[in-house]
Structure formats: structure tokens, C-alpha cells
């Protein structure tokens, strides 16, 4: 008799598990293919962490109503270990396995190549922000970068660098060994030369060198004004400056990847970073250069984590919403649907400012994310806002003369 | 032709600073293997516990630089002497048990630092601020004291094993397990002194490495091949092939480093210790 | 005797498991098993080292050959899969010939550290030189599709289901390949020379003969498996057939057990199904693993297949 009414509990159960839980609300689930160990676990947490306040928010307010059915999202996921075969292994688990079609977060260049293997097949939105010409092109549409790559944001850097210190004639440019590092470097010298200044020497370096005195001596020798680290990763590229200051280099420095300005004062220290450009990284609590709403969501993410957020996280935390709300406009869940949404009703606005998907004269079709570029520079151990820069494409669509608003 | 000396000069100091960090880490390596007859590739994470001993003690609760490093020493040589004696001393001479114990403890001990410490790398305070300006030569103040304190611990270490009781025991050890034992030596001692020792110097270069670079949890995977490469071509086992061969690798980066692309030197450096292993394997100064 | 028939007799049952297993298998599972298959040629291979002593861990090395060589042929060169296969394998196995000579004349500890040497530098190799045709650190992608044009037949071998019964038969034609040996008169020189060599030698017996043909045969085997990884993955980095990998590789081997044949294949499917279910745990999965190592060598020095032996050997 008991194990009767056990049995019929449970076909109860079951059946209000399956058709109960779907008349009312059905689960999106939104993946995220990053590196949660390894070398680069510093960017693959802020993004995971960027996609699971987005979620929360929006399943606060009754999650996504799409043709009549209430959406509830999910976000799973998986650790790649900066490895590329597990990358792909994690793509084809979130799609066959936890049957996505959106996969929103996604860093390391090899990684990112080894997952479109998997989404392009499939028809998934991948979204991620490592650089690199290749993972974007009409032939992969659902690709999307969401963070200002090297090739969107060297023209400012150089610009703002060139500006400032109009006696530079020779840089130097250094980076990791990995696609990132080869985009920034080669992208750096293109936009170095339109202000006339000549490469004079281009170095890459395995990811795990620690003593940079071989390279920067080579690289000292031909006496460059201005050393740039391109795309090194945050420890590695505080111990180049430092050496390099160590060992006389005096000076003008920028990095253009430099995901987090206090990490690089604290390590290199206050003499050797001092004057330091950076792209990717700026003052988030200087009003004259940010949204506010910048400044008060880098406040809830420290409360909430006790982490600093970089710049990768942030703009996965944009890019959401404007996928999410392309999604609501769209009325639709179909990926192809929702792109072409994201890049008909841009610009879009974002806690970075205005946003939109584009850079289709470098990549044949608009999948780069971009934004006003603020370029910060350190200045006496702090990090101060030295300018800012409007890609063409942006400024057809929001004008040339821009301005944060006060 | 550019004027060549500076760099060279350069290339110089920085390879012999550069051979005495490597000699402190790698010197634990070869007595382990002198001594337990063990490949030890978890010794990378015993250094990298002691740059971590100097962000807690150093960096942020403003400890003295030098106590830091005596207790780093004393705390991971402890640890290591009890790691020994409880997990490795099963696996004596078995070398590919001992190999998947090495992996797992490596698996164990970074993602734990990772968990305690977080994923960012950590920064250390420099020890001893300041620049010195030679003509046209620059280096820290800071690598200079590091590298007169490493060799200050290599002098020690060569009295301990030639002058002490435990040391003469280490070497009986390495050259006839069996003879050292009816001599009355107790060998499971011995060898997990031995490995504690090796793990307190690789905190120790752990300790002093931390201001200069900066701590995370992958350090020791970095460090631990060069060393390897150091210990075969001094010869497993020889504490004074252990500096010959930090010399001649701290030298072979800094000049090779400076004037040839770093993949092309570090091609040369394993086909050469592939050579060696061929044609002499116990490596320039070590036993048969 | 009896203790290796019991083990011995299971291959012909498991043959059509192998065949019907995707019909209840999830589309992801299929891909996890691809991995097994390929994993189970590697691990094997190494086994076959170790009957005569040798620690090789050059292994991942020669599956990278194996996966560059075969990537090179048919994406570049436009080659057709099915020859390229067997020709990786051809490959790899000179490259083992010629390495044999200097390599199988060093002896226990010193070899395993050649090996070590010989697997970083072929990394460095692939990462550093020849960018143009390796593509460097990023890797080398997309690879080419395998096709298969056969009496009507237009396959093209894209998905999971595909993946698993393409490296399925090469793995249960290469596991029966090396269990012939394995009980041949090869494997019983093999066996002997990791007893006592000098011995043999003294009856006539060209030792080095037999540890090259072993070790030759070894990199055939490791060569199929990287193309067949190249192939199925889609994109190859120089990474993949790093160390880590090795390790991994090497860990299988102990927690199976290398003394049985098919050790190294429980170990296989143990220690991959582990890494699925981690892969849930997202932080945790590295220590768990490490954990679980820890506890075997501990608690099962012999490995799975040790116990397994201990269950059904008489008391």
C-alpha cells in the first residue's frame, strides 16, 4: 500500500515538474565559455560574474517575455582552463548537452577559436572579447566581440600619446606570444605610423617568462621614445615597466591592454609607472569621463564579490543587456533574429555610453563592440583620465562632438 | 657597431643574480633526488608557498624582510619534512608512483593558495628601495642584496652537508642506501630532513624573489623546468653541479635571452640537455 | 594463467556494446567518447613502453606530430583523410626510428627525463617556428573535414555520432593490434628485457632490436591518435600536446593500473566520466582530481585493474 502511494507521488510529481513548471514559465539557459583557473582566470570570473547580475536583474522583473511566455534565464557555466581543447569540449556540452543557442561570455583568443567550431555549426551567438581578426566575418554572423579590441582602440591611444608628447618619433612594442598580443602589437604599429612614428622594434614573449632584462636590453639598445605593452597580461606587464625602469628607461610608456590601473602602480611600483597611458583602463569615478552609472555598479560588484571588476567584465555586463533587450524587441529567441535587432537599433545605451556593434571596414560585417575609448594615464601613483576618442564608425551615429554628460 | 659593453655588462650581472635564484630552488630538487631517489615535480610549489609567506608576513602584516625569510624557512621546511615522512616515504624509489603523487599534490596545494588568496596576482613591497647607477649600467639595490644573501645560504648549505652529522648522513645516503644503513644511520629520518631542507630553501628563493616579481599560484609550474634542466646538467644529486648548472643556465637566458629570440635559446637549451642525457646523463658533476 | 583469461575474454562481448552504445547515449556523451577512444590508443601505447621498462613521456609529443602532420596534409595540401591516417602513423614511427638511437640507449630515470626534453622542445617547436604553416601559439585551424565518397555513400564526418564511431573502430583495431603483440613472441621479449637484460643478451638475443621495434610501433599508434584528435577536434594548438597533457595521459596509466592490458582502459573511462562529473563543480574540479590521485596511489597502488585482479583472483 505505501509503496503505492510512493509510486503515485511520484508520477505526480513528475508530471507537474514536466508540464506544470512549462505552462507558466520556461528556462533560457545563457552560457559562459571561460577560463575560471588557470592563467587567465582574471578575466574569465568578472565575466561570469557580469552575466549572473544581468540574469538576476532581469529575472527580478519577471525575466524575458517573448510571444505571450515568460522566460526565466539560467546561466551555466564551465571552466575551460585557458585550454583549447577543453574549450571546445565545453562549447558542445553547453550546446548539446545544456541545449544553448547563446553563449555570452568567452575569453583567450585559441579558446574562443577552438569554441566557434562548435557554435557556428550549431547557429549560436558567441560573445566574447579576445582579439584578433579572424573570429569575426560575414562567414561567422553570431560571432560578437564585446570589449574594445586593440584594433578599435590604438587609433585613440596613439592620438591622445602623440598629442601629449609631440616629440615622439620611434616606439617599441612588446607583448604576449598569443593572438591578443599580435593584434595590439600590429595593430599599434599601423596606427603609430599615421602620426609618424616609426616602429623600431616588435618583440613577443611566452606567456610564463617572468625576466624581461634579455628582451629589454635588446630592445633598450635602439633607444625608443615611447614602450608599449600591447596586449601582456596584467602581472606580467607591470614587471616589463618595472624592469624596464630599472634598468634606465626613462621614457614615455603606454599599455594598451592594461585591464586594471591600481594592479599596475601596486606592482610596478609608483616611479616606474608614473606617466604610464593606458588603453582598456581608466578612472571609473571621474564624472568628466564616465557614466554614473558606472561608478555606482563598480561600487555594488565590490561590495558583492570583494573584487576589483576589469574592463572585460564590464562590457560583458553591457553587452547583455543589449542582447536581452534585443531580444524583448525582437519578440523572438532565434540568434540570427537577435543580431540583426543588436545592430539595427544601435546605439545603444549602456552604463559605457553609447554602444553599438561595428568596425565593418576592417572585418567586412559590424560584430565589434564599441564605445567612447577613455584613455587614463597614471599620474603620481593614481590613475587620471588623460582623454578620450570616438571611433568613425560611432561617431556617424552619435556625432563627432560627444561629450559625457556632466 | 653600437657600443656593446653596457649591454654585456648588463647581461652579466643580471645572469649571475638570475643563477643564484635558480640555485636555491634547484639545489632542494637534487638532494631530493640524491637522496630518495624521487623526481620531485611538486618542489615548484614549496617556492611558490614562500613567495605567497612573504605576502601575508612581508607585505601586508609589515614583518621584518629577514624574519620573514627565517620562517618561511622553518614553516614550509616543517611542512615538507611531515609531506615527506607521511605521503612520499611510501613511494621511495618508486618513480612513477611517486610521479602521480607529485601531480596530485600539485593539483592540491595551487588550487588551495588559489581559494585562500583569490586569482589575482599578488604584489610585495621591494625590501630595499633604490637604484644603482654604474656609467651606464642601472640595477636594482634590491637585486643586489638578494643575490649576496643567496650565496650567504649556498656557503651554509655546503658547510651543513660537509661539516654536520645530517649532512655526512645525506651523503652516505646517496652513495649506498644499504652501506649507510647498517652504519646506523636511520634512513627515514634522514630523508625527510633532507626534504624539508630542500623545500625550505625553495621557500626561501620564493621569499626572495616576491618583490621583484610578484606572487601567484602558477609560479612554481614556471620555475620548476628550469630547474630540472639545471639539476640534469649539474648531475641529479650534486649540490656543486647544482651551481655550475645555475650558472651556466643563468647565463646561457641572459646573454642568449638579449641576442637571440627567447624560442630559438630555449630550443637550444633542451636539444642540448637531450644531448647530454645521451651521450653523459649523470650531467657535468654528478656521481654515476 | 587463469587470472589473465578472465579479462582476456571480454573484448568480443564488448564489441557490440560499442556499436549499440549511442542509441542510449546523450549527443554530448558521444563527443566524450570520441575523446575516450583516442585517449585509450594513447595510453595503451605507453603502456607497450612500459612492458620493457621505459617511462616514455614523450607520448602527447608524438600525438602532436601526428595531429600537425596530419592537419598539414589534408587541410593545406588537400590530401584525403583516410590515407593521411595511416601515413601520420608512418610518420611519427620513422621520427621514433631515428630518435631510437640515441634515445634507447639511456636507461631508467635519465630516459623518462629525455622524454620530458624531447616533449617541451617539440612544443617550442610548434609554438615558435614556422608560424606560417603551424600558426604558432594560436594554433592551426580550421582543419579539414574528413569526407567519405564510398559506392554512393557521401558522408561527411561532422557530427558527435560520426566522431565516435570513427575513433571507436580505430581504437578497437588498434587495441587488437597491440594485445596480439602483447602476447606474441614480441611481448614476451618485451617482458624479458624489463626483467634482466643483460641475461638475454647472453642467450643471443639483439636486445636493441626489439626495444626500437617496440618503441617504433609505440609512435605509429600515437601518430593515428593525433590525427584522428586534429580531425576530430578541429583546431590543433601547440598546447594541447603539452606536458599537461601528458600527465593526464601518465595519471590514467597508474589509477588503471599499467600492469594488466586493460588497465589503462578503466582508467580511461574512470578518470574521464570523473572529469565530467567535476566539470559541474566549475572551481573545485582540479583539487578534486588531485584529491583522487592522492587516494589511489594511497589506497590502490595497483591501480582499478589491481583491485579488479584482488576481486577475482582465488583466495
Given at each position: 500500500m505505501r509503496r503505492q502511494i510512493s509510486v503515485m507521488l511520484f508520477i505526480v510529481w513528475l508530471v507537474g515538474a514536466i508540464f506544470v513548471g512549462n505552462v507558466f514559465s520556461e528556462t533560457l539557459v545563457i552560457g559562459a565559455n571561460v577560463p575560471l583557473t588557470g592563467p587567465a582566470a582574471q578575466f574569465g570570473l568578472g565575466k561570469m560574474r557580469a552575466l549572473e547580475m544581468r540574469i538576476e536583474e532581469y529575472n527580478a522583473k519577471g525575466g524575458l517575455n517573448i510571444k505571450g511566455v515568460n522566460y526565466k534565464m539560467k546561466l551555466v557555466a564551465y571552466d575551460h582552463k585557458t585550454q583549447p581543447g577543453e574549450a571546445a569540449s565545453v562549447a558542445k556540452k553547453l550546446i548539446y548537452d545544456d541545449k544553448t543557442k547563446f553563449i555570452l561570455a568567452g575569453a583567450v583568443g585559441a579558446c574562443c577559436r577552438a569554441a566557434e567550431t562548435a557554435t557556428i555549426p550549431n547557429n549560436v551567438m558567441f560573445v566574447f572579447s579576445c582579439a584578433g581578426k579572424e573570429l569575426l566575418g560575414p562567414d561567422k554572423p553570431l560571432n560578437f566581440r564585446d570589449s574594445m579590441s586593440s584594433e578599435e582602440q590604438c587609433y585613440a591611444l596613439m592620438a591622445i600619446v602623440k598629442k601629449a608628447n609631440p616629440h615622439i618619433k620611434t616606439i617599441a612594442v612588446l607583448s604576449s606570444n598569443d593572438t591578443t598580443g599580435w593584434d595590439s602589437c600590429k595593430g599599434l604599429i599601423r596606427a603609430a605610423e599615421k602620426f609618424g612614428i616609426k616602429c623600431v622594434a616588435e618583440e613577443y614573449f611566452e606567456r610564463d617568462v617572468t625576466d624581461f632584462h634579455p628582451v629589454l636590453a635588446r630592445i633598450l639598445a635602439k633607444k625608443p621614445d615611447l614602450l608599449d605593452n600591447a596586449g601582456t597580461p596584467l602581472a606580467t606587464g607591470c614587471i616589463v615597466f618595472k624592469?624596464?625602469?630599472?634598468?634606465?628607461?626613462?621614457?614615455?610608456?603606454?599599455?594598451?591592454?592594461?585591464?586594471?590601473?591600481?594592479?599596475?602602480?601596486?606592482?610596478?611600483?609608483?616611479?616606474?609607472?608614473?606617466?604610464?597611458?593606458?588603453?582598456?583602463?581608466?578612472?571609473?569615478?571621474?564624472?568628466?569621463?564616465?557614466?554614473?552609472?558606472?561608478?555606482?555598479?563598480?561600487?555594488?560588484?565590490?561590495?558583492?564579490?570583494?573584487?576589483?571588476?576589469?574592463?572585460?567584465?564590464?562590457?560583458?555586463?553591457?553587452?547583455?543587456?543589449?542582447?536581452?533587450?534585443?531580444?524583448?524587441?525582437?519578440?523572438?529567441?532565434?540568434?540570427?533574429?537577435?543580431?540583426?535587432?543588436?545592430?539595427?537599433?544601435?546605439?545603444?545605451?549602456?552604463?559605457?555610453?553609447?554602444?553599438?556593434f561595428g568596425n565593418e571596414g576592417y572585418y567586412g560585417i559590424k560584430r565589434a563592440g564599441m564605445h567612447p575609448a577613455v584613455m587614463g594615464q597614471i599620474q603620481k601613483g593614481k590613475m587620471v583620465n588623460a582623454g578620450f576618442a570616438i571611433h568613425p564608425d560611432l561617431a556617424k551615429l552619435i556625432g563627432e562632438n560627444w561629450k559625457f554628460p556632466q | 657597431?653600437?657600443?656593446?659593453?653596457?649591454?654585456?655588462?648588463?647581461?652579466?650581472?643580471?645572469?649571475?643574480?638570475?643563477?643564484?635564484?635558480?640555485?636555491?630552488?634547484?639545489?632542494?630538487?637534487?638532494?631530493?633526488?640524491?637522496?630518495?631517489?624521487?623526481?620531485?615535480?611538486?618542489?615548484?610549489?614549496?617556492?611558490?608557498?614562500?613567495?605567497?609567506?612573504?605576502?601575508?608576513?612581508?607585505?601586508?602584516?609589515?614583518?621584518?624582510?629577514?624574519?620573514?625569510?627565517?620562517?618561511?624557512?622553518?614553516?614550509?621546511?616543517?611542512?615538507?619534512?611531515?609531506?615527506?615522512?607521511?605521503?612520499?616515504?611510501?613511494?621511495?624509489?618508486?618513480?612513477?608512483?611517486?610521479?602521480?603523487?607529485?601531480?596530485?599534490?600539485?593539483?592540491?596545494?595551487?588550487?588551495?593558495?588559489?581559494?585562500?588568496?583569490?586569482?589575482?596576482?599578488?604584489?610585495?613591497?621591494?625590501?630595499?628601495?633604490?637604484?644603482?647607477?654604474?656609467?651606464?649600467?642601472?640595477?636594482?639595490?634590491?637585486?643586489?642584496?638578494?643575490?649576496?644573501?643567496?650565496?650567504?645560504?649556498?656557503?651554509?648549505?655546503?658547510?651543513?652537508?660537509?661539516?654536520?652529522?645530517?649532512?655526512?648522513?645525506?651523503?652516505?645516503?646517496?652513495?649506498?642506501?644499504?652501506?649507510?644503513?647498517?652504519?646506523?644511520?636511520?634512513?627515514?629520518?634522514?630523508?625527510?630532513?633532507?626534504?624539508?631542507?630542500?623545500?625550505?630553501?625553495?621557500?626561501?628563493?620564493?621569499?626572495?624573489?616576491?618583490?621583484?616579481?610578484?606572487?601567484?599560484?602558477?609560479m612554481g609550474a614556471t620555475m620548476i623546468i628550469t630547474v630540472f634542466n639545471i639539476i640534469i646538467l649539474g648531475g641529479l644529486g650534486s649540490v656543486s653541479g647544482c651551481l655550475l648548472g645555475s650558472l651556466i643556465m643563468g647565463f646561457v637566458n641572459s646573454f642568449g635571452g638579449t641576442f637571440f629570440p627567447q624560442a630559438v635559446v630555449n630550443l637550444i637549451i633542451y636539444m642540448s640537455i637531450f644531448i647530454l642525457l645521451v651521450i653523459r646523463p649523470r650531467g657535468l658533476l654528478g656521481h654515476a | 594463467m587463469r587470472k589473465q583469461n578472465l579479462p582476456g575474454m571480454i573484448p568480443i562481448g564488448l564489441i557490440p556494446v560499442i556499436f549499440l552504445l549511442p542509441v542510449i547515449l546523450p549527443n554530448y556523451w558521444l563527443h566524450v567518447f570520441a575523446l575516450i577512444f583516442i585517449k585509450i590508443i594513447l595510453c595503451l601505447s605507453m603502456r607497450q613502453m612500459m612492458l620493457t621498462g621505459l617511462l616514455n613521456l614523450s607520448i602527447s609529443a608524438f600525438m602532436g606530430i601526428g595531429a600537425y602532420f596530419s592537419a598539414l596534409m589534408t587541410t593545406t595540401l588537400g590530401f584525403s583523410f583516410w590515407y593521411i591516417i595511416l601515413l601520420s602513423g608512418i610518420v611519427c614511427s620513422l621520427i621514433g626510428f631515428l630518435l631510437s638511437f640515441p634515445l634507447l640507449k639511456i636507461k631508467g630515470v635519465y630516459f623518462?627525463?629525455?622524454?620530458?626534453?624531447?616533449?617541451?622542445?617539440?612544443?617550442?617547436?610548434?609554438?615558435?617556428?614556422?608560424?606560417?604553416?603551424?600558426?604558432?601559439?594560436?594554433?592551426?585551424?580550421?582543419?579539414?573535414?574528413?569526407?567519405?565518397?564510398?559506392?554512393?555513400?557521401?558522408?561527411?564526418?561532422?557530427?558527435?555520432?560520426?566522431?565516435?564511431?570513427?575513433?571507436?573502430?580505430?581504437?578497437?583495431?588498434?587495441?587488437?593490434?597491440?594485445?596480439?603483440?602483447?602476447?606474441?613472441?614480441?611481448?614476451?621479449?618485451?617482458?624479458?628485457?624489463?626483467?634482466?637484460?643483460?641475461?638475454?643478451?647472453?642467450?643471443?638475443?639483439?636486445?636493441?632490436?626489439?626495444?626500437?621495434?617496440?618503441?617504433?610501433?609505440?609512435?605509429?599508434?600515437?601518430?593515428?591518435?593525433?590525427?584522428?584528435?586534429?580531425?576530430?577536434?578541429?583546431?590543433?594548438?601547440?598546447?594541447?600536446?603539452?606536458?599537461?597533457?601528458?600527465?593526464?595521459?601518465?595519471?590514467?596509466?597508474?589509477?588503471?593500473?599499467?600492469?594488466?592490458?586493460?588497465?589503462?582502459?578503466?582508467?580511461?573511462?574512470?578518470?574521464?566520466?570523473?572529469?565530467?562529473?567535476?566539470?559541474?563543480?566549475?572551481?573545485?574540479?582540479?583539487?578534486?582530481?588531485?584529491?583522487?590521485?592522492?587516494?589511489?596511489?594511497?589506497?590502490?597502488?595497483?591501480?582499478?585493474?589491481?583491485?579488479?585482479?584482488?576481486?577475482?583472483?582465488?583466495?
Open positions: 624592469q624596464a625602469y630599472e634598468m634606465g628607461y626613462r621614457g614615455v610608456k603606454s599599455w594598451l591592454g592594461c585591464g586594471m590601473p591600481q594592479g599596475l602602480v601596486n606592482m610596478a611600483g609608483p616611479e616606474a609607472s608614473e606617466g604610464t597611458y593606458l588603453g582598456s583602463s581608466w578612472d571609473y569615478n571621474d564624472p568628466k569621463f564616465n557614466m554614473r552609472e558606472l561608478t555606482e555598479k563598480l561600487k555594488v560588484y565590490k561590495a558583492r564579490y570583494g573584487d576589483e571588476w576589469d574592463y572585460t567584465g564590464i562590457s560583458t555586463y553591457a553587452s547583455a543587456k543589449i542582447i536581452f533587450d534585443s531580444m524583448i524587441k525582437a519578440q523572438s529567441l532565434d540568434p540570427h533574429v537577435i543580431a540583426q535587432t543588436m545592430v539595427e537599433t544601435q546605439p545603444h545605451q549602456t552604463f559605457l555610453g553609447p554602444y553599438i | 657597431m653600437e657600443d656593446l659593453s653596457p649591454i654585456i655588462m648588463t647581461c652579466i650581472i643580471n645572469g649571475l643574480i638570475t643563477a643564484m635564484l635558480y640555485m636555491l630552488v634547484a639545489v632542494g630538487a637534487s638532494l631530493v633526488f640524491g637522496i630518495l631517489d624521487i623526481v620531485n615535480f611538486a618542489h615548484g610549489e614549496f617556492y611558490m608557498f614562500g613567495g605567497f609567506i612573504a605576502y601575508v608576513l612581508f607585505g601586508q602584516l609589515h614583518l621584518n624582510y629577514f624574519l620573514t625569510i627565517g620562517i618561511a624557512f622553518l614553516v614550509v621546511g616543517t611542512f615538507g619534512f611531515f609531506i615527506e615522512k607521511f605521503i612520499f616515504a611510501r613511494f621511495r624509489r618508486m618513480l612513477l608512483q611517486s610521479f602521480i603523487v607529485c601531480m596530485g599534490l600539485i593539483w592540491i596545494f595551487r588550487e588551495s593558495m588559489r581559494f585562500i588568496f583569490g586569482i589575482w596576482d599578488k604584489n610585495v613591497p621591494v625590501a630595499f628601495k633604490g637604484i644603482i647607477e654604474i656609467g651606464k649600467i642601472s640595477f636594482s639595490v634590491e637585486r643586489l642584496v638578494i643575490t649576496i644573501v643567496g650565496l650567504v645560504l649556498i656557503v651554509v648549505l655546503y658547510l651543513f652537508i660537509d661539516k654536520t652529522n645530517q649532512g655526512r648522513a645525506m651523503r652516505a645516503i646517496a652513495q649506498n642506501p644499504e652501506a649507510a644503513a647498517l652504519q646506523g644511520v636511520d634512513i627515514s629520518y634522514i630523508s625527510s630532513l633532507a626534504f624539508g631542507i630542500g623545500c625550505g630553501l625553495a621557500a626561501i628563493a620564493g621569499v626572495l624573489i616576491a618583490p621583484l616579481l610578484y606572487v601567484s599560484t602558477g | 623518462f627525463l629525455g622524454s620530458i626534453c624531447f616533449s617541451v622542445g617539440i612544443v617550442v617547436l610548434f609554438s615558435n617556428f614556422f608560424v606560417k604553416t603551424f600558426g604558432g601559439m594560436p594554433g592551426f585551424a580550421p582543419i579539414a573535414i574528413v569526407k567519405l565518397k564510398l559506392m554512393g555513400l557521401d558522408v561527411k564526418f561532422t557530427s558527435n555520432l560520426s566522431h565516435y564511431y570513427l575513433t571507436g573502430i580505430v581504437a578497437l583495431l588498434s587495441v587488437i593490434v597491440m594485445k596480439r603483440l602483447e602476447f606474441s613472441r614480441y611481448g614476451l621479449y618485451w617482458k624479458a628485457i624489463s626483467q634482466a637484460d643483460r641475461l638475454i643478451e647472453t642467450v643471443g638475443v639483439n636486445l636493441f632490436k626489439y626495444k626500437t621495434f617496440n618503441f617504433v610501433i609505440s609512435c605509429f599508434f600515437c601518430g593515428i591518435s593525433g590525427s584522428l584528435y586534429a580531425h576530430i577536434m578541429g583546431i590543433i594548438t601547440p598546447n594541447d600536446f603539452a606536458l599537461e597533457f601528458q600527465f593526464i595521459l601518465t595519471t590514467i596509466l597508474v589509477v588503471g593500473g599499467f600492469e594488466s592490458f586493460w588497465g589503462p582502459v578503466l582508467g580511461v573511462f574512470f578518470l574521464s566520466i570523473i572529469g565530467e562529473i567535476l566539470r559541474g563543480f566549475g572551481q573545485y574540479e582540479l583539487i578534486g582530481y588531485g584529491f583522487i590521485l592522492l587516494f589511489t596511489m594511497i589506497f590502490m597502488p595497483k591501480g582499478i585493474a589491481g583491485m579488479v585482479e584482488k576481486i577475482y583472483s582465488p583466495k
